[in-house]
């Protein structure tokens, strides 16, 4: 076999297994192939000008290379087991918030010291939000903020790139089962190792559903989560963000009984595009250096959606309302809260008369167009509930930008030691269905070098 362990996947899971392998088993041969580029070389050719709309690159460097979909986040890593993942009902809470603290620590030792973790505990708007049914889930949120978060990973591959054999802009195309391990097959390349870790992420979602396929290992998936992104100044939320920084708010709505959350709230940050599989949704991050903050906080108000038999492909759904929106406006729609109560479009004209000034460069329009009625009921019902703790979100020129979608991966069937049914092969971190999160992919990446140092 050329390597102990090979690692397929440069996100948060594939690093931190690397990290934890490199470090406590150090005679361990130890490869990681990444689809993407090394960290210095990834950059979206976006910029605002002369490329004002994504142009689907054959790599996304937002969503893949050393790093991962993570790498230029805001980086916020939220310790906690009630959101992010289900980590813990294959691990048991307190490892899987142990694993995350002992992540976070790491972070703090290659240069995000000094970062500000804040809590919900304690905190006065948890009652403030239950006046209004709106329930404020715990968690402690560690903001590294896109440029630390960059500083750490750079720090992170600094440790590892002598440890650690790295091959970039190498996809995995697939992996066969043999005697005493596993075949990684890169085009005409075949490398064999002992141990296999897949942390794909969400770009590796359709590779990991052939991979599961041609192994015959079992998932299942069921869920999407559809909506929109909110951005208003600031101000309108400071008294929160100030405090928790990030707030996950859930909402039962009346008329239907969904539930509708805050998601990746984004304080002083910006709107930005994201590509998955050739879809362009939207997403949104923040800096903690002052100087490249904006007036406005942006966050996402999502709604699940939970299919039954027969409908099994919950991920198609997500991705036809987005193409939707894709093939109206060219890429991500953009309108004011006022126009959409209205049951008007947003026109270039109305976007510009606004008090607030968008942080994404979108296209105005209607997203009554895009989104399914229940789901838009929902978030329009949500923003008037916030608006009760924070005045102002119902305002007409709140902007919304559509459409924003979580996308699941189908959940792959493994063990309390994330091992497939194949001995030796482990799937972590997004790829695997069980994590969402920075943290929670982090602390699976742990969690299985652990296991394989003690099994070995
Ligand atoms: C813009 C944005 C902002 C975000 N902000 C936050 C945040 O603030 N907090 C938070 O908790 N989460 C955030 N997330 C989510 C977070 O980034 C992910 O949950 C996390 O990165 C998952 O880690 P992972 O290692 O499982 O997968 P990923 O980070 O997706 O990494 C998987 C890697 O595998 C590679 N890969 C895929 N297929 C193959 C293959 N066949 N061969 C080789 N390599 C392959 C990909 O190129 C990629 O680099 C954000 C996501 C985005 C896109």
Known sequence: MNYNVIIIGAGPGGIFSAYELASKSPDK??????????????????????????????????MSGFGGAGAFSDGKYNITNDFGGTLYEYIGKKQ???????????????????????????????????????????????????????????NIYAFLKDKVDFYFDTPVDTIKAVDGGYEVYCGDTVHTCEKCIVSVGRSGSKWMERICGE??????????????????????????TDELYESKIVYRTEKYGDKVRTFCMNPKGAV????????????????????????????????AKHFSEPFKD????????????????????????????????STPSRIE??????TLKATPGDLSLVLP???????????YALDKVAPGTANDDTLLY???????????????????????????GDGSGITHSLSHASASGVHVARSIIENQ
């Open 373 to 383: 009625k229940r789901i838009l009921d929902g978030i329009i019902e949500m923003i």
């Open 29 to 62: 041969r130890i490869a990681v192939f990444e689809a993407g580029h090394p960290l210095n070389k990834r950059r979206c050719p976006i910029d605002g000008e002369k490329i004002k709309t994504c142009i689907k690159c054959k790599s996304c460097s937002i």
């Open 353 to 358: 008369e606004a008090f607030i000034t968008p």
């Open 314 to 345: 919950s991920n198609g759904y997500g991705e036809s309302i987005a193409r939707l929106s894709n093939m109206l406006g060219g890429g991500v729609i953009v309108q004011r809260f006022g126009d959409l109560i209205r049951g008007r479009r």
């Open 215 to 240: 192994l015959n290992i079992p998932t299942s998936s069921n869920r999407v989560d559809i909506g929109v992104r909110v951005e208003l100044p600031a101000a309108v939320f400071s008294h929160i």
């Open 402 to 428: 559509g459409v924003e979608v979580k996308f699941y991966n189908m959940e792959v069937e493994v063990d309390s030691n994330l091992e497939s049914c194949y001995k030796g092969l482990y799937i972590i």
């Open 96 to 154: 899987a918030l142990d694993l995350m603290k002992y992540v976070d620590e790491i972070n703090m030792r290659y240069g995000g010291e000094g970062t500000k973790l804040y809590s919900t505990a304690g905190t006065k708007f948890k009652k403030e939000c239950i006046t209004h049914d709106l329930h404020l889930l715990d968690a402690s949120v560690r903001h590294l903020g896109t440029d630390i978060n960059y500083v750490v990973l750079e």
């Open 272 to 303: 930005v595009n994201e590509n998955t599989n050739g879809i362009i949704t939207v997403n949104g991050h923040s800096y903690e250096d002052k100087k490249k903050q904006t007036e406005n906080t942006n966050f996402a108000l999502l709604v």
